[in-house]
């Protein structure tokens, strides 16, 4: 799973600028969402600053279950390795969150050692319940398929530079098994107990293993 080419690469903005340009013309349903927007913009009802406002916010929401669920592994030893737990997973997620998840959840534990990544190589499986909807990146065939061929070039790409003692671990979601990656915890945050916010400094794309936390 862990293979390097050599070629050029392209930028983190680049890399999703490609995968949004792929999807093609918008469907009928899409038209239609975007016909709305652009009538409540013209009418004055909302402008396009509080609606761009309103998207960056329900998009940070969107992964605020796991950053809770990172956070309180930071601190709390027993609770991570419950999470960690295969056979617990599930439960420690009712639990706590009190979302009851609709297949088996796994969580990966990158360490200095093991580094785990995410993806979904026959469709675009993701854990919603948990990080929301999966960046268009995810979902693009390019990804898919490089991650697993060229994990370590795909994941310069994103910014990404890992150790050569690394081992890259490449995890495939299915529709019966979802994961997620337990960042390592930022030097920055060693000394932060809060949990909100140690949570505000979990991205995204840290929970799909695609980058580091600094």
Not at 11 to 31: D, F, I, K, L, M
Not at 70 to 82: L, S
Not at 179 to 197: G, K
Request: proline share 5%; net charge negative.
């Amino acid at each position: 799973h862990d293979h390097d080419h050599d070629h050029e690469h392209e930028a983190r903005t680049v890399v999703e600028q490609t995968s949004t340009n792929r999807e093609g013309p918008p469907q009928p349903g899409e038209r239609f969402c975007l016909a709305l927007v652009r009538l409540a913009i013209a009418r004055g009802v909302i402008s396009e600053a509080q609606l761009a406002a309103k998207v960056e916010e329900l998009a940070q929401l969107s992964f605020q279950p796991a950053q809770r669920l990172v956070a309180r592994a930071w601190i709390d030893d027993e609770f991570r390795a419950r999470l960690l737990d295969e056979r617990q997973a599930n439960a420690v997620v009712r639990e706590f969150l009190g979302i009851e998840l609709t297949c088996k959840f796994v969580v990966c534990e990158s360490t200095e050692c093991v580094h785990p990544v995410v993806c979904c190589t026959l469709c675009s499986c993701f854990p919603t319940q948990l990080l929301g909807r999966p960046p268009v990146w995810y979902k693009e065939a390019s990804y898919r398929s490089r991650i697993v061929r060229e994990t370590r070039t795909v994941l310069r790409e994103f910014g990404t530079e890992l150790a050569s003692g690394v081992r890259v671990r490449v995890v495939d979601s299915t529709a019966e098994c979802r994961y997620m990656v337990l960042p390592r915890r930022p030097a920055r945050a060693i000394d932060v107990h809060d949990e909100s916010q140690l949570a505000a400094m979990v991205t995204r794309d840290s929970l799909i293993g695609v980058s580091l936390l600094e």
